[in-house]
């Protein structure tokens, strides 16, 4: 089963591959756009912590800590494809029918279609720099035992943003017709956020770490894991538990609507009456 | 030979919501949604044999794509069994769907920014076919659909004509056992959708390919000598083939006269479709009115300078039977 999902991983790097390197100017374009763009979104927060020396009770490297953190996140994300940020469109456009005539497992080919290892790497090369040095600048011990908190923050991170949106996108299941612009909407709530939460009042948090869960991206990992802020302890197994419970929600989600597609069909190419 | 595709009593229907243009309209079906069943399928039984071509026809919403769909494993029955292959399509799917080709007329397979080439090396990976068996049936589709000039060309640079024969081709890397084509000639030149055609019928005779074909048009299923299926609101309402359609129908013909008048002479038994000068065209059935007795009473009533009489098109044929089920 690994071994298969690493093939059609390898499949769309190549295919990846492919594409970029359609001429080589696209190539230096596309990764020098992506990597100013990221960059840019960065820099704000960064040159107010640095001008200020700290936002709230966090100093301005771990806001650049937690800035990285979500780099990386957001880069990851983009490299696993198009399938959370548009599966409402491919509910809504009939296009699960493609991926259902292709003898994988539905969710291999989720998980692996539209891997764009070479479009990610700049973002995620730069995140994982700025994590490295500003750990650095506050003396975090990066012990095996502190890096496999990090990288399994990191994979719930990612595993809540991917559960949201999935379990967004799953209502254009029950509404296919007009709702093929759902998945953008969600992508709109959830996005990795560009300053710590502590100063914001207690019941906005609680909704930013759970109903919309942006905390998660990158500000309640960061603090647990650099111990700031009154982070740290059990904090650091917040993300992962949520990235448990939100993935639960999503998978009965996605197989109830999958089964109730099944059913119904896409709208799209049946013929009555419908747009084609 | 063995059946491949078995249908027993499956019927199928959606629920359609009804919407309003009005404000007032809206604002009722808001609180109070209103809904229709639409039947797609109404209890079909039917088989195909291994090496058959079996076209399947209908008007608009008589059920042919669903039924497609529900043989790609696509959708599941309401009721009855569906069995392709000996498998369950939908229950079965991964290692079902590695044994079919199937091809939409109106959506590509082909990656849209990549080269063909990078979509069938795609296919080899995905559907995990064994070098030999890769090798062999692509240096055949190649052949076959011609995909050389455009081989490393991006699929957004092609022709509608180019891609679908690309479409074919990749349905048939990994030698499919069935061939489920929907719809495979819409929008076609006629020279593209005559190698289409011929296509498909070097594939069910030289490779004994089942191949399963829905279109609205008809002259190109007679061509491939086809056994007809035509659907009529969810019911097949005739399989056979298509001299058997036609005697079904009666022997529909067309009669041109060219005589030396500009008025049509009046001949009992066939209906006057238009004239042009003097040439005059008439349509009738030559089971009722044989043509020896139509001969004589139109050089009767007219002086006639030349005739011809020929077998109606098949989709006039089929468009008369679809007014009767539409009850026109």
């Known amino acids: ?276 | 030979m063995a059946t491949v595709v078995e249908l027993r009593g499956v019927h199928k229907s959606f629920e359609r919501r009804l919407r309003s243009a009005t404000f007032a309209g809206l604002l009722r079906d808001a609180l109070r949604p209103r809904r229709e069943t639409v039947t797609a399928l109404r209890g079909i039984d039917l088989d195909v044999e291994e090496g058959e071509i079996m076209a399947y026809a209908g008007p608009n919403g008589a059920g042919k794509s669903t039924t497609i769909k529900l043989l790609a494993g696509l959708l599941a029955p309401d009721a009855g069994t569906v069995r392709a292959l000996g498998a369950d399509p939908v229950r079965d799917r991964v290692r079902y769907v590695g044994r079919i080709g199937v091809v939409f007329g109106q959506r590509t397979e082909l990656w849209w920014d990549h080269p063909v080439s990078a979509t069938f090396g795609w296919r080899r990976t995905v559907w995990g076919i064994p070098d030999d068996v890769y090798e062999r049936s692509l240096a055949f589709a190649r052949d076959l659909l011609g995909l050389d000039p455009f081989w490393n060309a991006s699929a957004r640079e092609l022709s509608l004509g180019q891609r679908m024969r690309a479409d074919l081709a990749l349905a048939l890397v990994g030698e499919p056992r069935i061939l489920f084509l929907d719809e495979p000639t819409i929008g076609l030149d006629a020279l593209v959708k005559q190698e289409v055609l011929d296509a498909i019928r070097t594939l069910n005779r030289e490779r004994a390919m089942t191949v399963m074909i829905t279109s609205h048009d008809m002259p190109d299923l007679e061509q491939l000598r086809a056994r007809i299926v035509l659907l009529n609101a969810g019911s097949i309402a005739f399989d056979g083939s298509f001299d058997e359609l036609r005697r079904r129908l009666g022997d529909r013909r067309r009669l041109v006269l060219e005589t030396d008048s500009a008025a049509a002479p009046a001949l009992p038994g066939t209906t006057h479709l238009g004239s042009e000068g003097g040439r005059h065209e008439y349509a009738f059935d030559a089971l009722a009115t044989p043509i020896p007795q139509l001969l004589a009473a139109a050089a009767a009533r007219a002086r006639l300078l030349d005739v011809e009489t020929h077998r109606a098109p098949i989709e006039d044929v089929v468009a008369d039977l679809y007014r009767d089920w539409r009850g026109d």
């Open chain 1, 1 to 276: 089963m690994a071994v298969e999902t690493l093939r059609l991983f390898g499949l769309g790097a190549r295919m990846n591959a492919i594409r970029i390197l359609r001429t080589r100017e696209q190539a230096i374009v596309a990764t020098l756009t992506d990597f100013i763009w990221h960059s840019g979104a960065l820099l704000a927060p960064v040159l107010v912590a640095v001008r200020f020396g700290h936002i709230g009770p966090w100093p301005a490297v771990a806001v650049v800590f937690m800035l990285a953190y979500g780099a990386a996140v957001s880069s990851l994300m983009d490299a696993l494809g198009d399938s959370p940020w548009r599966l409402s469109y491919y509910i809504g456009r009939g296009q699960l029918d493609h991926f259902l005539v292709q003898p994988q497992p539905l969710w291999r080919t989720l998980l692996t279609d539209g891997f764009t290892p070479f479009d990610f790497w700049p973002v995620l090369t730069m995140g994982i720099v700025l994590m490295a040095w500003s750990a650095g600048q506050l003396h975090v011990a990066a012990s095996p035992a502190w890096l496999g908190l990090l990288a399994l923050n990191l994979v719930a991170s990612i595993v809540v943003q991917t559960a949201f949106l999935y379990a967004w996108g799953c209502i254009a299941f029950w509404a296919p017709r007009g709702a093929e612009a759902i998945s953008s909407a969600a992508s709109r709530l959830v996005g990795d956020l560009s300053f710590p939460l502590d100063p914001v009042p207690r019941a906005l948090r609680v909704v930013l770490v759970t109903f919309v869960p942006s905390g998660l991206l990158s500000w309640l990992p960061a603090r647990a894991l650099l111990r700031v802020a009154g982070g740290g302890g059990l904090d650091v197994w917040l993300t992962p538990v949520a990235a448990v419970v939100l993935g639960a929600i999503a998978l009965t989600l996605f197989r109830l609507g999958l089964r109730r597609d099944r059913r119904t069909g896409s709208w799209r190419y049946v013929e009555h009456g419908h747009r084609r």
